[in-house]
């Protein structure tokens, strides 16, 4: 026990506990309490209370350690006596106490230390008993007079029972329990210590960053150097001010449970048991409120989720940064001219699917349209701006069931043909007399077709042919004769050489390299022209360079654009740079399943690096466009 009151700095006058279980003296309480509540002025935490003759004393209390009463002796050998037996009233010395505990008459004889004020321990309704029985049904400390007016089934047991059995819970539930606690919080106050030190380490890399760039292009970023390390300051200043409110907030919590630990501690080796029984209800729920584990989840000020530099660094910095150079994005010189894509007014007939006219600045768009009995499917001449320019080729053909209605897609060769393929078939339609012919049966051998996804025309003459179900590649002549066909079937996240799950695009180059989006497999799959094997591009993840669900492809001068269907974005890869992101696109959220993708990049863009031009998303029933735009 402290020998000092922390209000009045002289000796403790009465001492009483508040709920944090720091002590002070009655009168000093008084006089700092307002309207029944008083903040501690250790821990600063709150305790209110209806009388202060309620709160309950410190345990120290019950003895007179600064009486100035005679020195009591041993009522044997005279010595300075240090117990009492209350069934013999007689004083004991330490060795003749020993003696009185071990002989046959006297060994259960009640002990109390010569200085304990029993005073406190008389009870109120019968003065002349002592509280020496404990009821554990009501939690009340009783006389023997006391038990006669209790009723019913009331477990009765001394009080030295009592204590001993709130000594063990307090020894083997109450400390290791806080023990944990302390552990647990230390760790949340090393984690954000070494946060701290990781946000400036990443702050000063980025500094270092942005530096360097300023150097290389001065006479662009000279005017904004002093902006972008203002915003990361900015950023610093409220990551640091949220890692140091969780440092004190934790540091504050430890020192609650480091203090309850030390008076857990103290208490459990006194033996003053009835004054430890009076407070256990206080001790119960003050290791409850300490050990519950909500408490530290909750801890104020503390939340490691928000203590992230990168949320900030995404939302304020990257985009000064990539707009004025590639210290992120190494070759990023495009923006979107609009914040989202904006969706056409032009109501299409799903499932759709549309392709680039390379005869002038217009797409060919396709519709199917269902009734009960008939499926029709129409190609459609379109501008940019919603414009129809010409219906180019339609067809119907029966329905028997939904089963038989199929999703039609399409590809122009930018020469005379226009591609549509329809479940097993393949139309060529010619742009200039609109005539057509198909080819294409159904079945599972070399040659025929099931469920056709895409379709690319080679710079040979060839036509290329993507079955989702067959998970395969066929290549035919202009005459419909069958060549080859490459691809096997391989389960979800299989990367085999030759296996495909699902390939539902298709993209050949100018060496006539062909480009598989690979959809089930989340990868790029690359073949030559004999279908041969090359490599594979990405795997399954989220970061640059890796894909969910690539679902469709647009290829110009050495630049592959790649829609994802389950990252919703497009990214931009430059295939003569080791396969490097020069950019993407990632406001795609409000589109529901974008399926597939066109890009008609500008004749003025100049080398790989610009990426300008017009880009269309096909999602379920709409057509979403944006302007990719120099910098």
């Known amino acids: 026990m402290e020998s000092q009151c922390a209000i009045c700095c002289d000796s403790f006058l009465i001492p009483r506990l508040l709920n944090c279980l720091h002590y002070f003296c009655q009168c000093c309480i008084e006089s700092v309490q307002v309207d029944n509540r008083i903040i501690c002025p250790q821990c600063g935490e709150e305790t209110s209370f209806s009388s202060i003759r309620k709160l309950p004393y410190h345990p120290q209390y019950f003895y007179n350690a600064n009486s100035t009463a005679k020195e009591r002796t041993c009522s044997v050998c005279d010595e300075p006596a240090t117990m009492y037996c209350s069934d013999c009233d007689e004083d004991y010395c330490a060795a003749c106490c020993n003696v009185h505990k071990k002989m046959k008459l006297t060994r259960n004889h009640t002990l109390k230390p010569t200085n304990f004020n029993s005073k406190l321990i008389t009870c109120d309704s019968h003065p002349s008993q002592m509280l020496d029985l404990y009821c554990t049904e009501c939690e009340t400390i009783l006389c023997n007079q006391c038990t006669s007016c209790y009723k019913g089934d009331h477990k009765i047991v001394s009080t030295d029972e009592a204590c001993k059995s709130l000594k063990e819970k307090l020894l083997n539930e109450g400390i290791p329990k806080l023990d944990k606690v302390f552990d647990s919080l230390d760790v949340l106050k090393n984690i954000c210590m070494a946060r701290k030190a990781n946000e400036k380490d990443q702050v000063a890399e980025l500094k270092r960053e942005v530096q360097q760039k300023t150097n290389y292009m001065i006479s662009i970023l000279q005017s904004r150097e002093k902006v972008m390390c203002e915003q990361i300051d900015i950023a610093l200043e409220e990551n640091i001010a949220k890692i140091d409110s969780g440092i004190q907030s934790t540091e504050k919590s430890m020192t609650k449970v480091s203090n309850f630990l030390e ?44 203590i992230s530099w990168n949320d900030t660094m995404t939302e304020t910095i990257l985009p000064l940064i990539q707009r004025f150079g590639d210290i992120q994005i190494s070759k990023s010189s495009f923006r979107a001219s609009k914040s989202t894509f904006q969706k056409w007014d032009y109501k299409v007939q799903t499932p759709m699917c549309f392709s680039p006219n390379s005869r002038g600045n217009s797409i060919y768009l396709i519709e199917s349209l269902w009734n009960a009995q008939k499926q029709k499917v129409r190609v459609r001449e379109m501008s940019t701006e919603e414009t129809i320019i010409s219906d180019v080729w339609a067809c119907s053909k029966s329905c028997a069931s939904p089963a038989d209605k199929v999703s039609p897609v399409i590809t122009a060769d930018g020469e005379k043909h226009i591609g549509v393929g329809i479940g097993h078939e393949v139309i060529l339609v010619n742009r200039d007399t609109k005539k057509s012919y198909k080819f294409g049966k159904h079945g599972n051998y070399p040659g025929q077709l099931q469920g056709i996804s895409s379709l690319a025309f080679s710079s040979v003459g060839n036509i290329l042919v993507a079955d989702f179900i067959l998970n395969r590649v066929s290549m035919f002549s202009f005459e419909g004769e069958f060549i080859l066909c490459f691809g096997t079937s391989g389960k979800p996240g299989a990367i085999f050489e030759h296996s495909l799950n699902n390939p539902s695009s298709l993209a050949i180059d100018a060496q006539d390299r062909v480009y598989v989006a690979d959809t089930g497999n989340h990868r790029i799959a690359v073949f030559n022209h004999e279908g041969c094997y090359l490599k594979s591009i990405g795997r399954k993840g989220e970061k640059l360079r890796e894909f969910n669900e690539p679902c469709s492809m647009a290829l110009s001068e050495g630049v592959l654009a790649v829609l994802e269907r389950g990252n919703k974005r497009i990214q931009f890869i430059c295939l003569e740079s080791d396969n490097e992101v020069i950019g993407s696109l990632n406001n795609l959220d409000n589109m529901t399943v974008p399926r597939h993708l066109i890009w008609i990049r500008s004749p003025d863009s100049k080398g790989d690096d610009d990426l300008s031009g017009d880009i269309l998303v096909a999602d379920a029933d709409s057509v979403y466009y944006n302007k990719l735009c120099a910098e």
């Open 263 to 306: 008076i857990c501690k103290e208490w459990s080796q006194m033996t003053a048991e009835n004054a430890l029984l009076q407070l256990k209800p206080l001790l119960e729920q003050r290791l409850r409120d300490v050990t519950r584990d909500n408490k530290v989840k909750r801890m104020k000020g503390l939340k490691l989720d928000t």
